[in-house]
């Protein structure tokens, strides 16, 4: 990896901060998981500890982790398992806490990531139902217009 600033890695911690706190308190707690996510895991991406460059932003990181999976495991089990909500919290968690050489951290990475793009295809899915999929239907309605027509009676 090329060189990196410590800078870096706090910008995006309070990135990730902000985001799972608005998960927290608003209507909008997926969308925001997801943002938080993505800045947890351009943070983790650095070869660093983050509890040794940031032990009290750690720490409240966390505690928010913790609440913000309560809030998932709320707004989310719908459309994402239960278990891959906990398991990739879980692993949030030991991205903020274990060391750049735990063992697992790929794997902590890899359900983090799985979690944060299961949770936009979620988003993605509810809003094109909501909006009843007007590009779907627009491509039908132009196969049906380009089809030859035959109006004899059978």
């Known amino acids: 990896m090329a060189e990196y600033s410590v ?4 910008i995006h911690l309070v990135d990730a901060e902000r985001f799972f706190v608005r998960a927290c308190e608003g209507d909008c707690a997926i969308e925001h998981a997801v ?54 919290m879980a692993a949030a968690s030991a991205l903020v806490t274990n060391a750049p050489d735990d063992i697992l951290r790929d ?18 899915r509810r809003e094109i139902a909501r909006r009843g999929d007007p590009f779907a239907r627009s491509i039908a309605v132009r196969k049906a217009a380009a089809a030859p027509h035959d109006h004899r009676l059978q």
């Not at 800078?7 to 706090?10: D, F, Q």
């Not at 983090?112 to 299961?118: D, I, Q, S, T």
């Open 35 to 88: 943002y938080g996510l993505d800045a947890l895991l351009r943070a983790s991406a650095y070869p660093t500890s983050i509890a040794a460059e940031f032990p009290r932003q750690a720490s409240d990181l966390v505690d928010l982790l913790f609440v913000v999976t309560l809030k998932l495991s709320e707004a989310a089990t719908r459309y994402v398992s239960r278990e891959l909500i906990e398991l990739a």
């Open 7 to 10: 800078i870096e890695i706090g």
């Open 107 to 124: 794997d902590h990475r890899m359900y983090v990531a799985l979690l944060r793009y299961e949770l936009a295809a979620a988003v993605c």
